[in-house]
């Protein structure tokens, strides 16, 4: 039997949370793709660009996350 740590098992406790805020921002990502075909310029575009950028390394971040944590269980 392995023994968690407290911080793997903050991350155990937290998985939950962690699943939906992923699903929360999947969403908004995509919603973005859709605010890109309406951009009225380069510069609007360059905008939701920028906020798809840092949505994926958040949600690439969750994801990795999420992988540590089915390690754990």
């Known amino acids: 039997m392995q023994t968690h740590t407290d911080k793997q ?9 962690y699943e939906q805020l992923k699903s929360k921002l999947l969403k908004e990502y995509k919603g973005y793709a859709q605010n890109l075909e309406h951009a009225e310029d380069t510069f609007e ?14 949600i690439k971040d969750l ?11």
């Open 9 to 17: 098992k903050e991350l155990i406790a937290n998985k939950d949370a």
């Open 45 to 58: 575009e360059g905008i939701y660009l920028e906020k798809r950028e840092k949505l994926a390394l958040e």
């Open 63 to 73: 994801g990795a996350k999420l992988r540590e944590i089915e390690t754990l269980v």
